[in-house]
Structures are given as structure tokens and as C-alpha cells.
């Protein structure tokens, strides 16, 4: 049986515009929805109009780091996923990313298969944790309105 793969919404955030356009452009070829801002206040500007499935947002950007953007994002967008992309160098910082609340990281340059992978995973992360979200809000209310 084939399995149908659905489209990602990705924000991609890094400072470098050739590796951002290139990146988007690959994506895009693969099927999938893709937004971009080129710092950290853009990427949290693009969130705060419309959110997406899976943030790839790069930890060393000039104004604010990758770090200070997820932790907003948690806060902000908290069911929204989060890989990072580190350089050489800055896998120590991508570990503070995981216990911050990223998803995963991925060292630039990355295999594309390898980043179609974990952005899957990601997605359906972020899915699966909808679903436990609504559930929690529909037993709420049954029990807000005396029905269990």
C-alpha cells in the first residue's frame, strides 16, 4: 500500500539567504509549504501571522540566537516543532536546544533525506500532540457541563 505524504508547513530561519533560498526551493520540489525569515524577530513575526507545522531555525543568527528564538517560540507557539540547525562547533548549544524544547537538530550541511526524515517526524509529533490536546479540552468540557 503507498503511503501518501502530506505537505509540511516549514518557517525556515537562518541568516544565510543562499543556503535559506536553496533549502526552500529543495523543500518546495518535495512537496511541501515553506515561509522564511532571515533573523529571529522575522521568524517570530511570520509565526505570530501564521503558524506552521515545524520550525527549522538556525542557532547562531546576529540580533537574537536560535536558543532565545525557541524559547519564545515555546511560549508563543508551544505546539509548534522546532529543529535546529547547528554549524560546526555548536552541537553543545543544540543539546541546551533539546532540553529547551526542540524537537531535534540537524548539523549543517545535513543529508536532505536525512532532514525530510526528522521534519516528518516532527510533524507528526506536533500532530499526535494536537490530538492529546483536543482530547484533554473535550473531557473538560463533558466535565465542565456535568456529562461524565
Do not use: N, W
Amino acid at each position: 500500500m503507498l503511503k501518501m505524504k502530506l505537505p509540511i508547513d516549514i518557517l525556515v530561519v537562518d541568516d544565510e539567504k543562499d543556503f535559506v533560498e536553496m533549502l526552500s526551493l529543495r523543500l518546495e520540489d518535495a512537496g511541501h509549504r515553506v515561509r522564511t525569515a532571515f533573523d529571529g524577530d522575522s521568524g517570530l513575526a511570520a509565526l505570530d501571522e501564521a503558524e506552521c507545522d515545524v520550525v527549522l531555525l538556525d542557532i547562531r543568527m546576529p540580533g537574537k540566537d536560535g536558543i532565545t528564538v525557541l524559547k519564545a517560540i515555546k511560549i508563543d507557539h508551544p505546539l509548534v516543532e522546532v529543529i535546529l540547525l547547528t554549524g560546526h562547533g555548536t552541537v553543545d548549544t543544540a543539546v541546551e536546544g533539546l532540553k529547551t524544547g526542540a524537537f531535534d537538530y540537524v548539523q549543517k550541511p545535513a543529508k536532505f533525506d536525512e532532514l525530510l526524515e526528522k521534519l516528518e517526524d516532527a510533524r507528526d509529533h506536533r500532530a499526535e500532540h494536537e490530538k492529546r490536546v483536543r482530547r484533554a479540552e473535550a473531557r473538560a468540557l463533558m466535565r465542565h457541563s456535568g456529562d461524565v
